[in-house]
């Protein structure tokens, strides 16, 4: 703010401050599972980890599996929510 402006009283814009937008939580529905040997490649019993395509978070295989398992469940809540908001 200026020397005239204080004077004269103008009062300066204050910024605009942003809302603050929350981080979406990924639902983790593009896991792909990874093997230690190109022997067990295509081999669900041998799965050693997974990884989120969309996040590129890893998992092991129990994390994995369970992720899988609640997938549905998972892409429903995200679809309830989205509805929602429109």
Not at 6 to 13: E, F, N, V, Y
Not at 45 to 61: I, M
């Amino acid at each position: 703010m200026g020397i005239l402006d204080r004077l004269l009283g103008r009062k300066q814009k204050q910024p605009v401050e942003e809302a603050e937008v929350p981080e979406p939580v990924c639902p983790h529905v593009a896991l792909v599972p990874h093997w230690h040997s190109a022997e067990d490649m295509g081999k669900s019993d041998r799965v050693t980890s997974y990884a989120c395509e969309a996040c590129h978070a890893t998992f092991s295989r129990e994390q994995g599996e369970r992720l899988l398992a609640t997938e549905a469940e998972r892409v429903g809540l995200l679809d309830v929510e989205r509805l929602g908001k429109q």
